[in-house]
């Protein structure tokens, strides 16, 4: 039997026991008018057949598949509905106000993060595009000369240091595409920042002033060039030399107006690296352009994301340029093509790398910003409730990211909802353990089951909380005082590099949480006290299990909140390549392990004494890193750093190369279930930010 009608055949047999299954067993189940009795022999039979057919799809079947992906979406849906019928109800308690309003409250946050997002999820988890292929047939048609319009590289920089935009303008000079001028926009109006462009070879562009921030700063280039496409860089995204090649081909079409690539980031987040988890974990945002964004694609919605986008100037011209409305004008942007009728294209293809945020404060106000942006619109004409020419699918889409935003704020009430029972005794939630044991459990253990697998091994529903629960009270200040005054904020740059020789400890982030975390505490010692008191005990089991959960998740996030020493200037890149060390006359071979622009870790002989007065060099033939002057060479435990001389422009031009911009060289690293929640269960006691501070 061939693979596909091997593959065929157990996707039928599949389907056929299900069917029988849901027949026999869950659609009975599935309208509990007469009863909420559950059969002893029936308690663990929902959740048996959910935990084991997860298993089985996932196991056995490859995430390639769209009928498998189908199959499984189904299974989530079917469960999850036979979960909010008997939450809508049999779960309510209405026999006070108070009760009421908390019962309601959390059954209404739970209803806005699962219905809204069902149909959602099959466009982004079961069908979504693929522009990889195409993007590599049309970069044919631009190599050939076929197809070369005329392409200006904006970088917008504020207050970044000079070393890093070097960098970036040093990645976009390499870029493989003739008909290019790059141009440094300025908004800092630095006197060393225009020094660099002119030692650079680019141009440079800054205004008297800050009006509409970093979309006044793009409008001000705007209106004084003139080329067929702009492509847009942040001062720390650096891209792949073959990044014009493999997005320009796409504007042959028209009606084309803009395309997004991924953001990827060459260095771990905060939470990644106060954890000591650099590595171990996709980053946060790996989702959304590894998922969501190909799912928003299908139906023309998708995000302009502020960095490493190409848009077309006549489309630009059109909607007035970069809007203003709002701090998030790429959000905005995306919103004003997309109603004119244009094509936003994503092509789900790394070609550029950037730095991600230093500091767990940098990284929640860059959050704060993206939200507050987004809430802006409500009240602009870009009201994606309101504005015309999009879609009922295309409104529906950008709704979601306004509930997207809403996310954290709903973790917020799950964590705070059981204290309302242990501390006030107060009963939002009104079920015994069976039932949640039979209409709870089944769900929450297919999601666990199946979702990193759904998430192409990007993300696991442990980490997600953590995310959430780091931001959850920041973002709801920010909904609150949004939407009390909407243009009250202005623009913030996330600050980039930060090298700290100390630990620091974020309290106005971790402060919240370890208030809360403590209130569990005092509502666990309540509960212990008052066990014996009660006849049922099944409202306490349930609530201290949710308790008990929500702490652990919180407790993971205030380790987070502990930034560690670092040193972000000069990223050190995992190389693992031999060289050579000249020293005097002798040719000394090594292993390369990590390479930055400013020095190496390298194993060398065990028999190597290094010689004074000699001079060294750097010699790694694989990147053409020839004879690079090496300052001082010292041991660190069993290896050797070497700091390189101050290198001129040439041997940085080809570091740099060597480093950020080879093609295919960024690539996000799925990783398994197990792997995940080792790390998960790792970071919880091993004290990662106290242990390690000087890693």
Same mark, same amino acid.
Not at 294 to 318: H, M, Q, W
Not at 472 to 499: E, H, N, Q, Y
Not at 563 to 585: A, C, F, N, S
């Given at each position: 039997?061939?693979?596909?009608?091997?593959?065929?055949?157990?996707?039928?047999?599949?389907?056929?026991?299900?069917?029988?299954?849901?027949?026999?067993?869950?659609?009975?189940?599935?309208?509990?008018?007469?009863?909420?009795d559950i059969p002893p022999d029936m308690l663990f039979m929902p959740l048996l057949i959910t935990v084991l057919t997860g298993l089985l799809l996932t196991t056995v079947f490859? &995430?390639?598949?769209?009928?498998?992906?189908?199959?499984?979406?189904?299974?989530?849906?079917?469960?999850?509905?036979?979960?909010?019928?008997? !939450?809508?109800?049999?779960?309510?308690?209405?026999?006070?106000?108070?009760?009421?309003?908390?019962?309601?409250?959390?059954?209404?946050?739970? =209803?806005?993060? =699962?219905?809204?997002?069902?149909?959602?999820?099959?466009?982004?988890?079961?069908?979504?595009?693929?522009?990889?292929?195409?993007?590599?047939?049309? %970069?044919?048609?631009?190599?050939?000369?076929?197809?070369?319009?005329?392409?200006?590289?904006?970088?917008?920089?504020?207050?970044?240091?000079?070393?890093?935009?070097?960098?970036?303008?040093?990645?976009?000079?390499?870029?493989?595409?003739?008909?290019?001028?790059?141009?440094?926009?300025?908004?800092?109006?630095?006197? $060393?920042?225009?020094?660099?462009?002119?030692?650079?070879?680019?141009?440079?562009?800054?205004?008297?002033?800050?009006?509409?921030?970093?979309?006044?700063?793009?409008?001000?280039?705007f209106w004084q060039t003139e080329s067929d496409l702009i492509v847009f860089f942040d001062a720390d995204f650096v891209p792949c030399r073959d990044f014009l090649n493999q *997005? /320009?081909?796409?504007?042959?079409? $028209?009606?084309?107006?803009?395309?997004? *690539?991924?953001?990827?980031?060459?260095?771990?987040?905060?939470?990644?690296?106060?954890? #000591?988890?650099?590595?171990?974990?996709?980053?946060?945002? %790996?989702?959304?352009? #590894?998922?969501?964004?190909?799912?928003?694609?299908?139906?023309?919605?998708?995000? @302009?994301?502020?960095?490493?986008?190409?848009?077309? !100037?006549?489309?630009?011209?059109?909607?007035?340029?970069?809007?203003?409305?709002?701090?998030?004008?790429?959000?905005?942007?995306?919103?004003? @093509?997309?109603?004119?009728?244009? !094509?936003?294209?994503?092509?789900?293809?790394?070609?550029?790398?950037?730095?991600?945020?230093?500091?767990?404060?940098?990284?929640?106000?860059?959050?704060?910003?993206?939200?507050?942006? /987004?809430?802006?619109?409500?009240?602009?004409? &870009?009201?994606?409730?309101?504005?015309? #020419?999009?879609?009922?699918?295309?409104?529906?889409?950008?709704?979601?990211?306004?509930?997207?935003?809403?996310?954290?704020?709903?973790?917020?009430?799950?964590?705070?909802?059981?204290?309302?029972?242990?501390?006030?005794?107060?009963?939002?939630?009104?079920?015994?353990?069976?039932?949640?044991?039979?209409?709870?459990?089944?769900?929450? @253990?297919?999601?666990?089951?199946?979702?990193?697998?759904?998430?192409?091994?990007?993300?696991?529903?442990?980490?997600?909380?953590?995310?959430?629960?780091?931001?959850?009270?920041?973002?709801?200040?920010?909904? %609150?005082?949004?939407?009390?005054?909407?243009?009250?904020?202005?623009?913030?740059?996330?600050?980039?590099?930060?090298?700290?020789?100390?630990?620091?400890?974020?309290?106005?982030?971790?402060?919240?949480?370890?208030?809360?975390?403590? =209130?569990?505490? /005092?509502?666990?010692?309540?509960?212990?006290?008052?066990?014996?008191?009660?006849?049922?005990?099944?409202?306490?089991?349930?609530?201290?299990?949710?308790?008990?959960?929500? @702490?652990?998740?919180?407790?993971?996030?205030?380790?987070?909140?502990?930034?560690?020493?670092?040193?972000?200037?000069?990223?050190?890149?995992?190389?693992?390549?031999?060289?050579?060390?000249?020293?005097?006359?002798?040719?000394?071979?090594?292993?390369?392990? *990590?390479?930055?622009?400013?020095?190496?870790?390298?194993?060398?002989? #065990? $028999?190597?004494?290094?010689?004074?007065?000699?001079?060294?060099?750097? *010699?790694?033939?694989?990147?053409?890193?020839?004879?690079?002057?090496?300052?001082?060479?010292?041991?660190?435990?069993?290896?050797?750093? =070497?700091?390189?001389? $101050?290198?001129?422009?040439?041997?940085?031009?080809?570091?740099?190369?060597?480093?950020?911009?080879?093609?295919?060289?960024?690539?996000?690293?799925?990783?398994?279930?197990?792997?995940?929640?080792?790390?998960?269960?790792?970071?919880?006691?091993?004290?990662?930010?106290?242990?390690?501070?000087?890693?």
């Amino acid at each position: 039997m061939t693979p596909q009608r091997y593959q065929t055949f157990w996707t039928v047999l599949l389907l056929i026991v299900l069917f029988a299954i849901g027949l026999q067993i869950l659609l009975p189940q599935f309208f509990p008018f007469s009863r909420l009795d559950i059969p002893p022999d029936m308690l663990f039979m929902p959740l048996l057949i959910t935990v084991l057919t997860g298993l089985l799809l996932t196991t056995v079947f490859s &995430y390639q598949s769209e009928t498998i992906r189908t199959i499984i979406y189904l299974l989530v849906i079917f469960f999850t509905m036979r979960y909010l019928f008997w !939450r809508v109800f049999f779960t309510l308690n209405l026999n006070t106000p108070l009760n009421g309003f908390l019962s309601l409250l959390l059954l209404g946050a739970e =209803l806005l993060m =699962l219905l809204p997002n069902m149909l959602a999820n099959y466009m982004m988890l079961v069908s979504r595009t693929n522009h990889r292929d195409k993007a590599d047939a049309l %970069a044919q048609h631009v190599e050939a000369g076929k197809f070369v319009p005329s392409v200006d590289v904006f970088i917008a920089t504020y207050n970044e240091a000079e070393d890093m935009l070097e960098r970036t303008i040093i990645g976009c000079q390499a870029l493989d595409y003739p008909k290019k001028k790059i141009y440094v926009l300025d908004d800092g109006r630095r006197k $060393n920042i225009e020094a660099l462009t002119e030692r650079l070879g680019c141009y440079y562009f800054t205004r008297p002033d800050n009006r509409h921030y970093k979309a006044g700063n793009l409008n001000n280039a705007f209106w004084q060039t003139e080329s067929d496409l702009i492509v847009f860089f942040d001062a720390d995204f650096v891209p792949c030399r073959d990044f014009l090649n493999q *997005t /320009v081909g796409f504007f042959q079409d $028209n009606n084309v107006a803009l395309l997004q *690539t991924p953001q990827h980031f060459y260095n771990a987040d905060p939470i990644e690296s106060n954890l #000591g988890l650099r590595g171990a974990l996709t980053n946060e945002q %790996a989702v959304f352009f #590894g998922l969501i964004q190909p799912g928003r694609d299908l139906v023309n919605s998708v995000i @302009c994301c502020g960095t490493s986008f190409l848009a077309r !100037r006549k489309v630009l011209e059109e909607i007035g340029g970069i809007p203003t409305q709002s701090i998030t004008e790429d959000y905005v942007t995306s919103l004003a @093509c997309q109603a004119l009728g244009y !094509r936003v294209i994503y092509l789900d293809k790394i070609l550029s790398a950037g730095d991600a945020p230093a500091s767990m404060s940098f990284f929640i106000n860059q959050r704060l910003r993206w939200c507050i942006g /987004v809430l802006q619109t409500l009240f602009t004409e &870009y009201n994606a409730f309101k504005i015309k #020419g999009l879609s009922l699918m295309q409104h529906y889409y950008h709704l979601l990211t306004h509930i997207n935003w809403l996310m954290p704020v709903i973790r917020l009430v799950a964590i705070l909802m059981p204290l309302t029972f242990l501390i006030f005794g107060c009963m939002p939630l009104k079920a015994d353990i069976s039932q949640v044991v039979y209409y709870f459990l089944p769900i929450y @253990c297919l999601n666990l089951v199946v979702s990193n697998w759904l998430h192409s091994g990007k993300r696991s529903p442990f980490w997600t909380d953590v995310y959430d629960a780091v931001m959850m009270i920041p973002l709801a200040v920010s909904w %609150a005082k949004t939407l009390k005054s909407p243009f009250g904020k202005g623009f913030s740059v996330t600050p980039k590099p930060l090298s700290t020789s100390k630990i620091f400890f974020q309290w106005d982030i971790a402060l919240p949480l370890m208030i809360i975390f403590m =209130l569990y505490v /005092v509502g666990f010692i309540i509960q212990y006290q008052n066990w014996s008191l009660r006849a049922d005990n099944s409202s306490t089991l349930i609530n201290v299990f949710w308790g008990v959960y929500n @702490c652990i998740i919180m407790w993971v996030a205030i380790l987070t909140c502990i930034d560690i020493p670092q040193d972000r200037y000069y990223v050190k890149h995992q190389v693992e390549k031999r060289g050579l060390l000249t020293m005097g006359e002798r040719s000394i071979p090594f292993m390369v392990h *990590t390479l930055s622009e400013k020095a190496a870790c390298i194993s060398l002989p #065990g $028999n190597f004494e290094p010689v004074a007065d000699v001079a060294l060099t750097f *010699t790694l033939p694989d990147g053409d890193l020839l004879d690079f002057p090496v300052r001082s060479l010292e041991k660190v435990s069993s290896q050797w750093k =070497l700091v390189f001389s $101050n290198l001129s422009l040439s041997e940085k031009r080809l570091i740099i190369d060597y480093l950020y911009c080879q093609p295919g060289q960024w690539e996000d690293k799925p990783f398994g279930d197990s792997h995940y929640t080792w790390n998960f269960i790792r970071s919880i006691f091993r004290l990662y930010p106290l242990t390690n501070v000087h890693s």
